[in-house]
């Protein structure tokens, strides 16, 4: 098992997700190789919630990295579930395009995408002008 993968699986397990119960861990590389752990938070309004992708953004950063080279997500389903689209542009906000994103279930089932494949024509600073 990968250090990456199970720090997704144990950040997992302290998910807070008592409406969906739909549980989601990830953990991204930073660029000086320290492992940041995200999980998801639900609230009872819905919107209001946070992804695990995004929690781990925000540990990373809470952490003064503003890099990261891999990410690693995990969920209790089926088959691997890709990182929502709001996610997906955090994570290119944060990682390069060719950056690898594995998505993969509990049960061992991996897919591996890049940054930019999640998120082709993504948001970036070029479209500010200035």
């Known amino acids: 098992m990968t250090d990456l993968r199970q720090a997704a ?10 409406y ?12 000086s190789g320290t492992i940041y752990r995200g999980c998801n938070v639900e ?4 919107p209001e919630g946070t992804c ?6 925000a540990a990373m950063v809470a952490a003064g990295e503003t890099v990261f080279t891999e990410a690693y ?9 890709t990182p ?13 395009g060719d950056v690898r994103v594995t998505m993969a279930t509990v049960e061992g089932s991996e897919q591996v995408l890049s940054i930019a494949d999640l998120l082709p024509g993504a948001f970036d600073p070029s ?3 200035g």
Do not use: D, M, T
């Open 43 to 46: 609230n009872v309004a819905y």
């Open 20 to 31: 969906s119960g739909f549980k989601v861990g990830a953990a991204l590389r930073g660029a």
């Open 84 to 96: 929502c689209g709001g996610c997906r542009q955090k994570l290119a906000e944060f990682g390069a």
């Open 73 to 81: 997500v995990v969920a209790g389903s089926p088959l691997p579930v």
């Open 52 to 57: 695990a992708e995004a929690g781990a953004i």
């Open 127 to 129: 479209f500010l002008g």
């Open 9 to 18: 699986i144990a950040v997992r397990e302290n998910a807070h997700a008592p």
